[in-house]
C-alpha cells in the first residue's frame, strides 16, 4: 500500500483490482467482498488485502472455497472472505 495515497483512493484501486481479476469467481468473491466489506476494514487488513490480490486466481479460488490449505501469512483475510460467502 503506499502510504502517500488517500485512504478513498486505495479504498477505490483495490475494489477496481478486486473486480477485474480475470476469473469470473474470483470477481464476483473479491468484488463482491470489496463492496461491502473492505472499507470496514483496519489498515493493517487492508495491506493484507492488497496482498493476497497479488495471488494467482487459481491458487485464490481453492483457497476461498476450502479446496487447498491457505498459506498462513493469508489465513486471517481469506477467513473473512469466506465469512463474506456465506453457508457452503
Known sequence: MDSTEAPEITLKRLRI??????????????GGFADTRLAALSPERIARY??????ND?????????????PEAHAGIV?????GMGPK
Do not use: C, H, N, Y
Not at 492488497?50 to 495471488?55: A, P, Q
Open 58 to 70: 487459481q491458487d485464490l479460488f481453492l483457497w476461498v472455497t476450502g479446496r487447498a490449505p491457505v
Open 17 to 30: 483490482r478486486s473486480w477485474r481479476r480475470g476469473m469470473k469467481e474470483m470477481d464476483i468473491i473479491l
Open 79 to 83: 477467513a473473512e472472505i469466506r465469512e
Open 50 to 55: 492488497e496482498l493476497l490480490l497479488e495471488e
